[in-house]
């Protein structure tokens, strides 16, 4: 019950934020400086198709008629052409989109394999040798992530496994050069391979996938491993645990608890490290000449080109949202001190 | 503050004074870099392109034949100035405004918060862009020159001050300085930004290294995909950009060199964040005062033990002790650490109630996690030994001292609020402990529970079941904690501070209980408190400590009657009035 009201409450705050996102959005792509018609049609075309250009786009409307057009197409999944490629951005969008989520989700799934267990280990305070060991690699991981650029991290995995060591494949996409892409399901190379049942395929994306998945899970794995860590460090030192172990209740329990406790921060940051990670895979596709939202965006940036854009910040933006809102209602669902109504 | 620098720099690791000195290298550069360059940084020299470093160019030439050393020596006057500047405008911007914002939600008028909750939406909404692309669409749409750079930048982190300064401001205004100056007659402006805003500026200072990191790591980030700082300016993103396709054919140097120097500022920038919250935060500095106070009490102890008294020595030797505590001493880490108790004998008989009082700081919680193994991670006993009849406790095994636990020895710990963990329900907490020491089914674990909560007078003990520790009182809490106890009637119960933090009567009534209901299942009591009045209302024996030891012990209305140390006696007469 409790949960419904609250459900319902942060869903009904969801629709006018998006909208408000799109709306600045529109506003903010129209004042990309260029003439799109002018872009679209050359710089040979007469002055009078290019006005005609502007009619038929709208252009010459005021911004609230242009935006409740292009919101009535949005709704009809419309969602503008490219006046570069002359694509459909929802099309570009489909083909696009599981590329970034591909990598987002494999960099998290390695955060969740490698650093969370990591971070719980050595949480304690403890004299045991290996746990040290374990301590001191860390804590310099800890320092060093933070500081390093993704795009930076990304060049130098090239330089040495592909340059010097060629064990790894090189930024040439997705696929080797002579690689064709299975047919499109999902839009996830591993996935699709493996429905097509091409296994070369297979291997060869998840060969290409190594160094910008490890680059993503590097960098922005850092701030998820040190809250868990410091927030794990302190539920194993509180009170409660100390008393419960007093009590005689039992060493996995007394840890699960404390291990409950730390989560709650850490889903928190979770949600905010996967914003971060949409920003950080414009960088890593830019390095790895990976087809994603990322580039995609970084293009239509470079051309003026106002569907895509607006499609992609759209996107990002409704996705974020989305995101927060999966944290805040895990976070309800854990913590019984979160009232249901107010802000965090 | 001189006195605080000096003391932040002596607690600090050698390697974070290293780049503490790096860092102030970065600054030095960014003041005067462009200056020390031995060669032009934007002039091409189309006949040394590409060249390795040594030599003439230290760290060789790039495409254009630009000396990469003196580019990197320059660079810094771009990023490092972006980032400050662009940070300072958020924080101008940012920490007013969320000043503002929760003055308004504090105010409780209606409006007032309907405004201030509206405003943390838009927040929201704005911050829901990813940072990276949204500077890149604002520079994109007003122009990539430096100024316009600097206003993107500015203008994503401002929202992260604005919270910041918000959250601050929002617990700062519930501290009594803030409740004083509002009775002073300050009004709401002048409060939040005369009086609270100072306080929440430390808070803003680390904010604000950490901000400039991330901004300088911005720039570059954006110069990298060619929206940011364009060349041939010495910026170092863009210098990675222009090196990066020479680094698939081994020409590393036109793209590593600068990356090394970006890395070495972010994170020079970071550790100078926590330098600073090691400045700006009592707390963390306390290491080297924590070690003055030892050496404190440790002279007063030496003094004390000066003086010839006979301390009553192991008293209450009668028949087998239950609980026979011998020579413990308890020392910070290994051998030649800090010794915070000093060898401590004493005993308690089946049965019998023992007070052990003294100030705060006198060790007597170190005394009672030593007696039950619960010693945080530096603590260590360095001799002596606990038994427990015929058991030594010291470097027992865990998993058979857990099964001792409750059962025979109960603990009750300070403060029951805080012992309980908030995640998880009385009920929970109850059946697990049940089932940690027998074989019980759900169902009787939850039917034994309730029975507990009714011996220690908890009305509705069905409802509280359910209940979290945020939903009870401090006393309830305690009768919870006291159920946890006494449920398996032990022969020892170790009672720390059982009180604190209890109003008087529900004190009274939580001793009595305890009281009675230990009386009743023949526990033998350890009662650690700082009052007198409890140790000679409920206990039969009375020891005092101070600094570690015992420094006297005897019988209740013995001691009361006739304190034969010195330190009981200044004890005593500041009971008495």
Known sequence: ?344 | MWMRIKRTLKALPKWQLGVLGIFFGIIFLTIFGPYLAPFPTETADPLSRLVPPGGKHWLGTDENGMDIFSRVLAAPRTDVVIGVVATFISVVIGAPLGVLVALYETRGKAGATAFAETFMRLLEVMQSFPVFVFAMVLVAVFGGSLTNIIIAIAFVNTPVFIRLVRAEVLTLVQRPFAEAARAVGNNEMRLGFRHIFPNAFPVVMVQVSVTVGFAILLTAGLSFVGAGVRPPTPELGAMIASGAKYLIIEQWWPALFPGIALGLTVFSFGIFGEILNLAMEPRAVRKDLDRRRTNALESAAGEAAAVPVAVAASVGASAAPVLAVSDLSVAVGDAGGQELISNISFSLAPGESMAIVGESGSGKSVLVKSVLQLLPFPLEVTSGAVRYGDIDLVGMEKRKLRKLRSREIAAILPNAKSQLNPLTTVGAMLTSALKAHEKISNKDAIARSIELLEMVGITDPELRLSAFPHELSGGMAQRVCLALALMYRPRLLIADEPTAGLDVTIQRQVLDLTRDLARDAGTARLVITGDFGIAAHYCDRVAVMQAGRIVEANRTEELFASPQHPYTKYLLSCVQV
């Open chain 1, 1 to 344: 019950m409790r949960f419904a009201a609250y459900l319902g409450l942060r869903f009904l705050f969801l629709i006018p934020q998006i909208v408000l996102i799109s709306f600045i959005t529109f506003v903010l792509v129209r004042m990309l400086p260029g003439n799109p018609a002018r872009m679209s049609l050359g710089p040979l075309a007469p002055e009078s198709a290019v006005e005609a250009l502007r009619e038929k786009w709208l252009l010459d409307r005021p911004i609230f008629e242009q935006y409740g057009a292009w919101l009535e197409k949005a709704f009809t999944g419309d969602l503008g052409e490219s006046w570069v490629n002359n694509t459909y951005v929802l099309d570009d969008l489909i083909q696009r989109i599981p590329v970034t989520i591909e990598i987002i989700v494999l960099a998290l799934i390695m955060v969740f394999l490698f650093l969370v267990p990591l971070a719980i280990i050595t949480a304690a305070r403890t004299k045991n040798r290996i746990v040290r060991f374990f301590q001191n690699i860390t804590f310099g991981y800890g320092m060093l992530a933070g500081a390093l650029p993704d795009f930076l991290l990304g060049l130098v995995l090239i330089f040495i496994f592909f340059t010097h060591a060629g064990i790894l494949p090189g930024p040439e996409g997705r696929l080797g050069i002579l690689d064709f892409e299975s047919p499109f399901v999902t839009g996830s190379v591993l996935i699709d391979s493996l429905i097509a049942g091409d296994f070369d395929n297979f291997w060869s994306g998840a060969w290409h996938l190594i160094m910008p998945v490890f680059t993503l899970a590097f960098v922005y794995g850092a701030p998820i491993f040190k809250m868990l860590r410091s927030q794990m460090e302190g539920a194993l030192q509180a009170d409660y645990t100390i008393y419960a172990e007093a009590v005689g209740i039992k060493p996995r329990t007394v840890f699960l608890r404390a291990a409950r406790v730390a989560s709650g921060p850490t889903i928190v940051i979770t949600g905010v490290v996967v914003m971060f990670l949409l920003g950080g895979a414009v960088l890593v596709e830019t390095v790895f000449n990976l087809t994603g939202l990322g580039q995609y965006a970084v293009q239509s940036i470079v051309t003026a080109d106002y569907a895509p854009l607006q499609g992609f910040v759209s996107f990002a933006a409704v996705f974020t949202m989305l995101v927060y809102l999966a944290v805040d209602l895990v976070q309800f669902a854990m913590d019984p001190r979160i009232k249901a109504v107010g802000s965090r």
